[in-house]
């Protein structure tokens, strides 16, 4: 059997068997509805939780094989449509040389957050050389899937890592990055550029190392009204499309889809739809006939969600209502099953699995 060096250097990829979410996307009926879970791979599992025991969070993010062996975690335990690589957008915080700390309790810190002082320090050269253990995590992770599911690269949009790297962790308000939107408009610019650079090449890269989707989340859209989110984050995010689809193009993987989550920015939905995105993640604030209503300038677009997490503490049976009840608002055409946001620590692992049987149970 070939060794990890070995599957890491090669790009020979054992064929997919299902392609149930690409099909979607290309227009297609699957023969069951496509349903992936985001954190999927993550702390409501018990094995990661056992997992974590032996390995620091960012270790595991950092160490290709550590970070494949996660990400097959909830491959094993559920019938799910799709991988999604384990990692963290604050990777592009770490790469740009800013300390960044997983503490138990809080989450995500960033002991010495940004100034308008410190953009010029930022470590933009070599930043994606830095980053190349996702691409190897990525491409070591196609050959042990063996083919039994696509897999999702992703990354965090501009926005969601500028409100990280100002506020030095998670917020309620992102009052001190948006002060910058109104008191430092230049910089704040200046610095969205540069995470839009970085961004479209670190996606770039994982579509060569062998992602077959990308998912860009924008995380704290919600923290931002419609005038400021079409100034400050929806031309970079139509760069960031336009840019990765002919840097993939010239490398002969134009075929490669990107999805958006904008969680909390229903209010854009229709202008999303013109960004280039095949498919739009909906968080679980917007209602599904909305969602359709406001992409309908755009027929191909595929809708992704939005169950609310909470839903799985609700008894089997009434989850499966809940489920069948979202798929009826939504409509089986260009939808892929998801939650409307990430899953929860605590959510419960056997309803998991009946919200993932109850999606692949659905006629279409």
Not at 190 to 205: F, N
Not at 297 to 311: F, H, R, S, Y
Request: glycine share 8%; charged share 25%.
């Amino acid at each position: 059997m070939a060794s990890t060096t070995e599957l890491i250097a090669s790009r020979n990829f054992p064929t997919l068997k299902n392609d149930r979410i690409l099909k979607v996307i290309r227009g297609e009926l699957p023969d069951k509805l496509p349903v992936w879970i985001m954190r999927q791979a993550g702390r409501y599992l018990p094995e990661f939780q056992d997992f974590r025991k032996k390995h620091d969070f960012f270790k595991i993010c950092q160490s290709p094989s550590l970070a494949c062996e996660v990400t097959l975690l909830p491959i094993r335990r559920y019938d799910l449509d799709a991988a999604i690589i384990f990692s963290d957008i604050l990777v592009i915080p770490q790469a740009l040389g800013m300390e960044v700390k997983m503490e138990p309790g809080l989450g995500p810190v960033l002991p010495h957050p940004l100034t308008v002082d410190g953009i010029p320090d930022l470590k933009v050269d070599g930043a994606i050389q830095r980053l190349k253990y996702v691409g190897e995590a990525i491409t070591l992770t196609r050959h042990k899937l063996e083919g039994k599911v696509p897999l999702f690269g992703f990354s965090g949009a501009p926005w969601t890592l500028m409100g990280y790297m100002i506020e030095g962790g998670g917020s309620k308000t992102l009052s001190k990055a948006k002060k910058w939107l109104y008191a430092h408009s230049k910089e704040s610019h200046q610095l969205l550029e540069l995470l839009t650079d970085v961004i479209i090449d670190y996606l770039v890269m994982q579509g060569e190392a062998g992602a077959q989707i990308l998912q860009v989340f924008d995380s704290s859209a919600e923290y931002l009204n419609r005038g400021l989110y079409r100034e400050f984050a929806l031309p970079y995010l139509k760069r960031i499309r336009e840019q990765v689809r002919l840097k993939l193009a010239d490398k002969n993987l134009e075929n490669i889809p990107m999805v958006l989550f904008a969680k909390g920015a229903g209010f854009s939905l229709r202008d999303q739809a013109q960004l280039g995105y095949e498919v739009l993640g909906i968080d679980w604030t917007t209602d599904p006939a909305e969602a359709r209503e406001a992409v309908s300038c755009n027929k191909n677009i595929v809708l992704q969600g939005n169950l609310d997490p909470c839903a799985l503490y609700a008894p089997p049976a009434a989850l499966k209502n809940y489920t069948n009840t979202m798929i009826k608002q939504f409509g089986t055409k260009n939808y892929i099953v998801n939650l409307g946001h990430g899953i929860y620590p605590d959510a419960n692992v056997d309803n998991v699995e009946v919200f993932v049987n109850a999606v692949h149970e659905y006629p279409i």
